[in-house]
């Protein structure tokens, strides 16, 4: 059985959890890069930051192929969600069996899962034939939307992904997560005096109000579809008919055929509202598939279940309703799982947590999960 450094890994996780690193701080991102990428020496290993356009901190990849196409893809995010200046108030720390901080669980000690693991796979010699990836995001928890064709090609290239984020707060994986599309939507009609000429306007609010009861009754919990109105704004005054207004919308589908029934609602609201003399128009901002089980999945969460076994952590898996990068990623073909990392929860927020005690076993299951799938491709 490998040996690993705990007190090596406790002393990375303090320096990285201790990096304000959300995703619009380039300078944090960088930081936790570099410190990840260290020891991932040619030529055995291949470092890349990649370019994905202005605006975005370069995603950091590493894989000991020169091959383009993977076994398997190991998904990790450097950024989190708090503010520049939060490491300040409240730095890493150990409380009892627990580790705290900005980013301890979602998602720096994953981060470290994989560097720990894969780093100690090439100084046993183990890594024989199995072709990784070792993928970390540079904006995940602003929606991907620089990275996401990047991730998908990256689906499209692996045979497998496991999505290291936490597992949950009872250790449970995660086995299908559900699409996810934020629309905006804005409509325009025309104002009015509300007492002296009521008749001649055309209310963007009215129209927005009949929207949001047909789209709501598209929900179906049977089937997993949801939608939610969850911003809605317009008008200038009281008196006036309202001339604007606008919807942020969110839909999450357990299948992508799902998505056309969205799009035939629509379509059919934007006819009642040309009709109402409102113009309208939808923008989509952002749009993931869902992160749904193949054929594949049930031999892979058979191999991860064989691994916790040996190592004493948690069989059971659940059905998320949030996406994460493994939707892009399976989007792309890839056989994707989540939930992969070590216990923790509380994540975007004060109370963000690390189980101590899932960080050994943690490591030894992803090693065996590789292992087991190395024997499996390469018998």
Known sequence: MTTYNIDQYMKDLEYLVNIDSNAANTAGIDKVA????????????????????????KPLLI????????????????????????????????????????????MK???????????A??????????????????????????????LQELGARSRYCLVLEAARANGARVLERKGVSHY??????????????????????????????KLAALTNFETGMTVNTGVVKGGTGYNSVA???????????????????MEEAFAKLQEHAKAAEIETEINVITSMPPMASTPETAGLVEIIDAASRAYGLSTEWVKAGGGSDGNRVSGGGATT????GPTGAGGHSEAEYLELDSVEPSLHCLEKILLDLQDKLYK
């Open 337 to 340: 799982v989540d939930g992969i």
């Open 63 to 106: 894989t000991n192929t020169d091959d383009t196409e993977y076994d398997v893809v190991l998904c990790c995010h450097m950024d989190t969600v708090f503010p520049d200046g939060t490491v300040a108030v409240r730095p890493f720390s150990v409380k009892g069996s627990r580790a705290y901080g900005p980013g301890v669980s979602d």
């Open 243 to 261: 001339a604007e207004a606008f919807m942020d919308i969110d839909l999450r589908v357990m299948e992508k055929s799902q998505v056309s029934i």
């Open 109 to 119: 000690c994953c981060c470290l899962q994989a560097t720990h693991v894969l780093k």
């Open 121 to 150: 796979m090439e100084k046993a010699g183990s890594l024989k034939k199995l072709k990784v990836c070792l993928a970390f995001n540079s904006e995940e928890e602003v929606g991907s939307a620089h990275v996401q064709s990047w």
């Open 34 to 57: 570099e410190y990840l990428s260290n020891g991932f020496n040619a030529p055995f290993w291949r470092v890349e930051r990649v370019d994905c356009g202005p605006g975005c901190a």
């Open 184 to 213: 905006q939507v804005k409509l325009k009609g025309r104002a009015a005096h509300a007492g002296n000429a009521p008749q001649d306007g055309r209310s963007a609010i009215n129209e927005m109000a009949y929207w949001i009861l």
